[in-house]
């Protein structure tokens, strides 16, 4: 499966934002999907997944209640809302397809498909 995301930019603190992820290749509710982002300096770190079977959303605590994953099936695409933006959600998130065990979901291990970023600035 191929990933393209799009939708990041420039908000102020406080704001929203939604992310898009369109794959193409495959059907994306026969993986689970990911998000993730790294600011500079600091390693990738896992955001917000949703599994292939059931849909199970699983996030962050630091983005719980803020973010929400979600997927188009029609669409072939996976979304991530982004309310209430704060500066330290300054970051390049990136999508992600896999096919893990539960257990992984969490860990950038667990997928072997990634989109290429786009960038979110959140400024105070």
């Known amino acids: 499966v191929q990933l393209q995301a799009s939708g990041g930019g420039l908000v102020q603190a406080g704001g929203s934002l939604r992310l898009s992820c369109a794959a193409s290749?495959?059907?994306?509710?026969?993986?689970?999907l990911g998000w993730f982002r790294q600011a500079p300096g600091k390693e990738r770190e896992f955001v917000a997944a949703?599994?292939?079977?059931?849909?199970?959303?699983y996030y962050a605590p630091s983005v719980k209640g803020r973010f929400t994953i979600s997927r188009d099936r029609a669409k072939n695409t996976v979304y991530l809302q982004m309310d209430r933006l704060k500066p330290e959600d300054t970051a390049v998130y990136y999508c992600?397809?896999?096919?893990?065990?539960?257990?992984?979901?969490?860990?950038?291990?667990?997928?072997?498909?990634w989109g290429q970023g786009t960038l979110v600035t959140v400024s105070s």
């Open positions: 290749g495959s059907d994306i509710s026969t993986y689970d």
């Open positions: 949703i599994r292939r079977s059931g849909g199970s959303t």
């Open positions: 992600a397809a896999g096919r893990g065990i539960l257990s992984t979901t969490r860990s950038p291990d667990a997928y072997y498909s």
